[in-house]
């Protein structure tokens, strides 16, 4: 008996040893007013999902005389129920937070004596760890168009403050655990150029019933992944886009997409969702454009003008109230038939107001871009040069606008 009771208590200084890595183990010395006795209590597996059936078992190393012993553990409600066999069991609950539950053990002997202790044992709660569709749960307010090539909703600057991703948590699969994503921000400029990018990454699951156990779920994840510390509780819910000092007719890229430096499993390059908005400016703007102007057409071609070789106006542009995009006429007024854009000489050149069609305008509408800076086209321009006659011209040219 005492040899017996010695390699107890070596196997108890080797226990912490040959089970910390799981934890699900543990020998344990019961302490009565008989004596001493040792029990080694286990669960059946390392590690349990929501749904899954613990089962505790209790084996006597050195039984302790007139002793009655119940393990007491509870996981989200759930309690452990005695079976057949002397084995113990419990249903892990669907909505049980993931963690290690420390198992308590009840001594009672036969003069009533009752005591109770924590022990080394832990039954391990894992989630489970799947990909939602993100289109099935995130939804980006205001709603908009999607696709590779969208025609972007467009919010006056008033309603740039609500623009947000939502998480429909409800629509989360209830075995998907959660759902880690990226939120990528990007601003271009009307000519396309990208002004800025920015992105978060965020977490949301579905939600538990109660906010207690839903911040307690937050925090859980706050602790064990160092990105997401910043996430506050409102934003399982919505996340707002901050998109602060961005011009005219800018266009905003909103992108969610699962976060996989973090989820687990190969990654699936088609799951995600795009949406894009642009802010809505003035519908009148004002340009500059330089061109090489020929005459087609003279109305007083008896009284000759010799033209020269530039034309420097100020232009008004009309813009489309939605795309911000320029109309392919437009109004001007400046220099014609000059040398240079500030030389206006006797006889040769002078003064023009003029009503210009840009084919390269046109040419955009049915989305062929020639660049953004060059116009070609027809103009009509009453023209007026120094000491001569006033008349109308109709001019081809091309050049650059700014």
């Known amino acids: 008996m005492l040899l017996l009771r010695l390699l107890g208590f070596v196997f108890l200084f080797l226990a912490p040893n040959l089970y910390a890595q799981a934890r699900s183990s543990s020998v344990t010395p019961v302490q009565v007013s008989s004596g001493q006795g040792l029990v080694r209590i286990f669960a059946d597996k390392p590690v349990y999902f929501p749904g899954d059936s613990v089962r505790l078992t209790l084996e ?36 049980a937070t993931p963690g ?42 205001p709603d908009s168009v999607a696709g590779d090539t969208p025609t972007p909703l467009t919010l006056g600057r008033d309603r740039l403050p609500d623009l947000q991703v939502v998480f429909r948590r409800d629509r989360i699969g209830e075995r998907m655990g959660p759902q880690f994503v990226t939120i990528s921000v990007e601003v271009q400029s009307r000519n396309g150029n990208t002004l800025r990018r920015d992105a978060r990454r965020m977490v949301t699951f579905r939600s538990q019933g109660d906010p207690v156990r839903d911040r307690a779920k937050l925090l859980g994840y706050r602790s064990a992944y160092g990105p997401f510390t910043n996430i506050l509780p409102e934003e399982l819910e919505r996340v707002p886009i901050l998109v602060d000092s961005v011009p005219n007719w800018a266009v905003i890229k909103v992108r969610v997409e699962p976060d996989y430096a973090v989820n687990i499993g190969a990654s699936d390059r ?110 009509l321009t009453p023209f007026f040069p120094i000491q001569k006659k006033a008349r109308f011209l109709l001019i081809a040219k091309v050049g650059l606008s700014i």
């Open 270 to 379: 088609s799951n995600f969702l795009v949406r894009y908005f642009r802010v809505k400016g003035p519908v009148v703007e004002a340009g500059l454009a330089l061109s090489a102007p020929k005459v087609l057409w003279d109305s007083r071609a008896e009284d000759s003008v010799d033209y020269g070789s530039t034309s420097a106006m100020a232009r008004l542009y009309l813009l489309h109230g939605n795309t911000g995009q320029r109309y392919p006429v437009s109004l001007g007024m400046g220099t014609f038939g000059v040398d240079s854009p500030v030389d206006v000489d006797r006889g040769r050149g002078g003064f023009a107001i003029s009503v210009f069609l840009d084919m390269v305008d046109l040419f955009r509408y049915v989305r062929i871009d020639l660049g953004r800076k060059v116009d070609a086209g027809l103009e």
């Open 100 to 141: 290690s539950y420390r198992v308590r053990l009840g001594v009672s002997e036969a003069d009533g004596r009752q005591s109770f202790s924590d022990i080394d044992c832990f039954v391990n709660v894992e989630e489970y760890q799947a990909i939602e569709q993100v289109a099935n749960y995130v939804y980006v307010y």
């Open 60 to 95: 006597w190393i050195d039984r302790a005389a007139n002793v009655t012993l119940t393990p007491f553990l509870e996981i989200g409600g759930a309690l452990l129920q005695s079976s057949r066999g002397g084995d113990y069991t419990l249903v892990v609950p669907q909505d």
